[in-house]
């Protein structure tokens, strides 16, 4: 439902801010589709022997990886385009605008795909398990300690200095308005209250975006992933429940970032409005 308001162009956002949240939106749905119904729901509930091969348990795990980075790092080029379009004013008109979200998207894509197809090769020949060597080699370990800092540790930190950055700039920015304005204007005071609710909208995603993530950053980065395949769905040691849990709030970061930034927007709102009340006309009318 996203994609399809945020394509219609109609939301009041920029061009460069509508390319980021469709990209954003998209690798979330793909984060549902491939990494909690093919991966998860499968491996524990549905049991579909043709994704559990080798080659298609191969394949999901590089999707995982590399969807999973695009919604992070989407996520990190948006809240960047955000900074210097309040901080930068001298490179806003460079880097703000359709083409150059292109090019990052585009750029953050290949990127986790290239981080995410060795872990092709992390995967047990003859069954959709880890292989022994990813638990015991040095090189493994490196990696998963690098993914890991990758996604989500260096975007984390990334978030939030940007968002610290923005916040400060809204606040001086707010408080010279505030000694230049008379007692009168009220035009200031609602540019005021507008500069508040982006502070809050701010906090609200960086809050969002950690709290989520850190469970499953404090169990990658304690290393041995237990029962990572759930080949014992009832596996009940602490480890293995943290892990779960970690998986679980991670996905659940990348849905509510799309909905934290789309339902904030009046605009949109309206427009998710205007759909559900088409849909119960044309509902009625069958």
């Known amino acids: 439902m996203a994609i399809l308001i945020l394509s219609r162009g109609k939301c009041a956002l920029s061009k460069c801010t509508t390319r980021y949240l469709i990209a954003m939106a998209s690798a979330d749905l793909m984060v549902v589709v491939v990494v909690v119904i093919l991966e998860k729901c499968n491996y524990i509930y549905l049991f579909a022997s043709f994704l559990l091969q080798t080659p298609e348990c191969a394949v999901i795990l590089v999707l995982n990886v590399t969807i999973t980075g695009c919604s992070v790092w989407f996520t990190v080029g948006f809240t960047f385009d955000h900074y210097i379009?309040?901080?930068?004013?001298?490179?806003?008109?460079?880097?703000?605008?359709e083409r150059t979200a292109t090019v990052v998207i585009t750029i953050v894509f290949a990127g986790s795909c290239a981080k995410g197809i060795p872990f092709y090769f992390a995967m047990d020949p003859w069954r959709c398990v880890a292989a022994a060597k990813y638990?015991?080699?040095?090189?493994?370990?490196?990696?998963?300690v690098f993914d890991s800092i990758t996604t989500p540790l260096l975007p984390i930190f990334l978030i939030l200095l940007f968002n610290i950055l923005t916040v400060r700039r809204i606040v001086a920015t707010n408080r010279a308005r505030r000694q230049l304005r008379s007692n009168n204007d009220k035009q200031n005071?609602?540019?005021v209250e507008n500069r508040r609710k982006s502070m809050i909208l701010l906090f609200a995603l960086s809050a969002n975006f950690i709290l989520l993530w850190m469970p499953y950053l404090v169990q990658s980065m304690t290393w041995q992933t237990e029962n990572y395949s759930?080949?014992?769905k009832y596996?009940?040691?602490?480890?293995y429940i943290l892990q779960q849990f970690g998986f679980m709030l991670k996905f659940l970061?990348?849905?509510?970032?799309?909905?934290?930034?789309?339902?904030?927007?009046?605009?949109?709102?309206?427009?998710?409005?205007?759909?559900?009340?088409?849909?119960?006309?044309?509902?009625?009318?069958?």
Not at 85 to 97: E, F, G, H, P, V
Not at 135 to 140: D, L
Not at 235 to 239: G, I
């Open 85 to 97: 379009a309040i901080c930068c004013q001298n490179l806003r008109n460079q880097y703000c605008n």
């Open 135 to 144: 638990f015991t080699s040095p090189i493994w370990r490196a990696y998963e």
């Open 189 to 191: 005071d609602l540019e």
């Open 230 to 232: 759930n080949t014992d």
């Open 235 to 239: 596996f009940s040691t602490p480890p």
């Open 253 to 286: 970061s990348s849905c509510t970032n799309t909905c934290i930034y789309g339902l904030t927007q009046r605009k949109f709102r309206e427009e998710l409005k205007n759909g559900m009340k088409y849909l119960f006309a044309l509902n009625r009318q069958i």
